[in-house]
């Protein structure tokens, strides 16, 4: 795989470690402030953004696995994988969250896409 591809690739997994970071262990620091959210709203949506963050950690280890897998077939269906899911979920993210989450997430993910089928 190019390293342009694997660049990308890289950009897109360390977003989705923040993301995981932001859901997780800084939900009620950072993570409040990031989404935009009220202090009376945190302690109520905490379990769920955990949750959320579980699930974003399943795509960074996706793409890890994409990354530094040794056979070249199972590295690229693990990326394709992990890639595919990071853009519909920014799809799904932008349309019934907000937008600017097709921006963060969708948009990297489509650019890694293209790299690696160019590749």
Same mark, same amino acid.
């Given at each position: 795989m190019p390293n #342009?591809? =694997?660049i990308l690739i890289g950009l897109v997994l360390l977003i989705h470690v923040y993301i995981?970071? %932001?859901?997780?262990? %800084?939900?009620?620091?950072?993570?409040?402030?990031?989404?935009? %959210?009220?202090a009376e709203q945190v302690e109520t949506?905490?379990?769920?953004?955990s949750n959320q963050g579980c699930y974003n950690g399943f795509l960074v280890a996706a793409l890890a696995l994409?990354?530094?897998?040794?056979t070249?077939?199972? #590295? =690229?269906?693990?990326? %394709?994988?992990g890639l595919i899911c990071v853009a519909v979920a920014g799809i799904w993210g932008a349309i019934t969250v907000q937008a600017r989450i097709?921006?963060?997430?969708?948009?990297?993910a489509v650019l890694a896409l293209v790299a690696v089928y160019l590749a």
């Amino acid at each position: 795989m190019p390293n #342009a591809a =694997k660049i990308l690739i890289g950009l897109v997994l360390l977003i989705h470690v923040y993301i995981v970071l %932001l859901e997780t262990v %800084l939900f009620r620091t950072r993570g409040r402030k990031v989404f935009g %959210l009220k202090a009376e709203q945190v302690e109520t949506m905490a379990p769920a953004m955990s949750n959320q963050g579980c699930y974003n950690g399943f795509l960074v280890a996706a793409l890890a696995l994409g990354l530094f897998h040794p056979t070249p077939a199972i #590295a =690229k269906a693990f990326t %394709l994988f992990g890639l595919i899911c990071v853009a519909v979920a920014g799809i799904w993210g932008a349309i019934t969250v907000q937008a600017r989450i097709l921006f963060v997430q969708t948009v990297p993910a489509v650019l890694a896409l293209v790299a690696v089928y160019l590749a």
